[in-house]
């Protein structure tokens, strides 16, 4: 059973730093793609950013500079590092995994929904 649990949002001012952590279980032995998705009020979801098993990561052009993932294999946590946080990027974020690649963020972030989905993390950007 696949398990993806967020943690780390807050408030932040604009131009700040915030990084969220994903424990996930069940994805080991298994071919899991992991990353992120993000949904701002009144808008649909859509993928900020997906981690390759290269230990690659592809990002959505709104985000490309600014936001880097990671992955601790040791201890089964995904990373996403924050920087230079804006009004826009108030959203709910979440830990995603699938069993394809999430190559088509950088390309067409709102392409599908990802399989498994943690329960989100709240980001808030304001002065």
């Known amino acids: 059973q696949v398990q993806l649990t967020e943690s780390g949002g807050g408030s932040v001012q604009p131009g700040g730093s915030l990084r969220l952590s994903c424990s996930t279980s069940?994805?080991?032995?298994?071919?899991?793609?992991v990353g992120w998705f993000r949904q701002a009020p009144g808008k649909e979801r859509e993928g900020v950013g997906g981690?390759?098993?290269?230990?690659?990561?592809g990002y959505a052009v709104a985000v490309k500079g600014r936001f880097t993932i990671s992955q601790d294999n040791a201890n089964n946590i995904l990373y996403l590092q924050m920087d230079s946080l804006q009004p826009e990027d108030t959203a709910m974020y979440y830990c995603?995994?699938?069993?394809?690649?999430?190559?088509?963020?950088?390309?067409?972030?709102?392409?599908?929904?990802?399989?498994?989905w943690g329960q989100g993390t709240q980001v808030i950007v304001s002065s």
């Open positions: 995603v995994a699938d069993s394809e690649s999430l190559w088509w963020i950088a390309y067409n972030p709102t392409y599908r929904k990802p399989l498994h």
């Open positions: 069940g994805l080991t032995g298994r071919n899991y793609f």
């Open positions: 981690y390759e098993n290269d230990g690659s990561a």
